[in-house]
């Protein structure tokens, strides 16, 4: 299977908790598909929220992986979404991976437990989560038993596809390291430190470990020992027979001094040191991450089968251009719980400049969200709502938004959206799908007209995929005028929105129904000014 270097594993060597959203974070703006503004304003954690089906920690983590790093390659998209057609065509594999999730939600916990957690011994007390009294015997057999019992299961599951038999392969290939072998045991303790049944030769003295604080053959040890004595001394034969009623009172002090001797030399020298060696293998992240990626794969299906409109599996096309048509798309997040939100088609494949115009509370930035979610949840290889869906791999995806301008810019509100604008049109390339709501606010209107067109104007050359919304109908006049563009319009219909995107350009406020509907239109004001009303 292709490795996405691009993806760090869930788990890394100086990880100190479990794995945890978010797990990762958007890159500097041109290194990644998404920016830190981008990932905000489209609202990618809503995202999230809307399409998370998973059962384990770490499939959650990976879920919310993917949608912050989205795949760039058209090949490994298509991959995964293969995977997630065999899963849903093949029962038999469904029921299968089902009980793997069900036995990893599980013990999921006691593996992190066994990573992570302070054993307390026996006389301390839990502060939080990660402390645990004992001396971490039980969270060592079940952590290992979860990660045994993980593998096993991957490797019986059924599968055809080239993605899924790269998790498998990548499981199966676990078994022939070192780490497998000290899970599985046993496990020595030598004056070097821990090594397991292969590593330790015949000749080499050793401790097993025993995960229990009950020691057979130390106990034993002692037994003979203890008999030797009192059978060849008798000095200590009548010493024994004399105190034999209240020999528990000897007994006592000595498991007092036992366990906590016992139960530290086997958490500092052996789980300890265990823990230490799982907590730094590639292989061990390896393994978790492959656990997460096939809960991701039946999120998705889960996914599909949660969203009341029908869901689809996007057509990854190559191409040197972005582009992106949709028919009958809903917007993941608002639509997956109203099956009455309406749905709206879109190509844009044709016109490098697309502009969306309407009057305020018409849908024009719900629908561009929607564009850039849509773009995200296929580029992970998840089902997308829409009747179909045709697109190219995005390169880098951008959203901008007017910026409040802070006390230390000193260009104002203009330079510093200026600076954002810079920024993307230097990192976007032909690949990219560039959303703009509104251009060059706060300066006149000449002006902003005049930057608006240099804009434009360069993103077009540049050949990347530009939306903007709008009100500057003129702006969007003035390309019509040269058959450049496409322009879509918010449908009102008796002063209220539909909600359907319609050919043209709007020329129409609705600024006063707004303002009337909030109580704050001409004549409102006039009535407060009167003291008609209080506010």
Request: hydrophobic share 40%; net charge neutral; with cysteine.
């Amino acid at each position: 299977m292709e490795r996405n270097d691009d993806y760090p594993t869930i788990l890394q060597p100086d990880s100190k908790s479990p794995p945890e959203v978010p797990s990762v974070q958007p890159g500097p703006t041109g290194t990644g598909v998404l920016d830190e503004q981008a990932f905000r304003v489209i609202e990618v954690d809503e995202l999230f929220r809307a399409a998370d089906h998973t059962s384990t920690r770490v499939g959650r983590a990976v879920l919310y992986r993917s949608l912050a790093r989205p795949l760039t390659s058209a090949r490994s998209i298509r991959e995964k979404q293969e995977a997630v057609r065999e899963i849903a065509g093949n029962s038999g594999l469904r029921a299968e991976l089902e009980k793997l999730l069900t036995v990893a939600a599980r013990g999921e916990g006691e593996f992190y437990n066994l990573l992570y957690a302070q054993f307390l011994g026996m006389m301390s007390k839990p502060a939080h989560p990660l402390e645990i009294e004992g001396y971490g015997y039980a969270t060592y057999l079940r952590g290992t038993r979860f990660l045994l019992e993980v593998v096993e299961r991957i490797e019986r599951l059924p599968v055809t596809s080239r993605y899924l038999q790269g998790l498998v392969e990548r499981v199966r290939a676990f078994r022939q390291t070192r780490e497998y072998a000290l899970l599985e045991g046993p496990v020595y303790r030598t004056e070097k430190g821990i090594c397991t049944r292969a590593e330790k030769g015949w000749w080499t003295p050793a401790i097993r470990f025993r995960p229990s604080l009950f020691k057979p053959v130390g106990l034993s040890l002692a037994v003979v020992l203890l008999l030797a004595v009192l059978t060849l001394v008798p000095f200590a034969l009548e010493m024994a027979a004399s105190i034999a009623p209240v020999f528990w009172l000897f007994l006592l002090p000595m498991g007092f001094v036992y366990v906590p001797i016992v139960g530290s030399f086997d958490r500092d020298g052996v789980i300890y040191p265990l823990r230490e060696i799982f907590r730094r293998s590639r292989e061990v992240h390896d393994v978790m991450d492959a656990l997460g990626q096939w809960d991701e794969l039946l999120s998705f299906l889960r996914f599909r089968e949660a969203f009341l409109p029908p869901l689809c599996l996007p057509e990854i096309r190559d191409g040197e251009r972005h582009f992106l048509r949709l028919k009958g798309v809903r917007n993941p997040v608002l639509a997956k719980e109203d099956p009455s939100y309406v749905p709206n088609d879109i190509d844009l494949s044709e016109h490098r400049l697309t502009f969306i115009t309407g009057p305020n509370s018409g849908g024009k930035t719900a629908f561009c969200k929607t564009l850039a979610q849509i773009q995200i949840l296929a580029q992970i290889g998840c089902y997308v709502p829409a009747e179909r869906a045709e697109l190219t791999v995005a390169d880098r995806i951008f959203y901008q938004v007017p910026e409040v301008s802070h006390l230390t810019d000193r260009e104002g509100r203009f330079g510093t959206e200026l600076k954002r604008t810079k920024d993307i049109f230097l990192a976007s390339t032909p690949r990219s799908l560039v959303i703009m709501d509104e251009l060059s606010e706060g300066t006149t209107n000449e002006e902003k007209m005049d930057i608006s067109i240099a804009i434009l104007d360069g993103f077009r050359e540049k050949g990347c995929t530009t939306v903007l919304i709008t009100h500057n109908h003129e702006l969007v006049d003035f390309y019509q005028s040269k058959n450049i563009g496409l322009a879509r319009q918010a449908e009102f219909r008796n002063d209220q929105p539909t909600y359907r995107l319609i050919e043209g350009v709007s020329r129409v406020s609705h600024a006063d129904r707004i303002a009337k509907k909030i109580g704050f239109s001409r004549e409102d004001i006039a009535r407060y000014l009167k003291g008609g009303a209080s506010s």
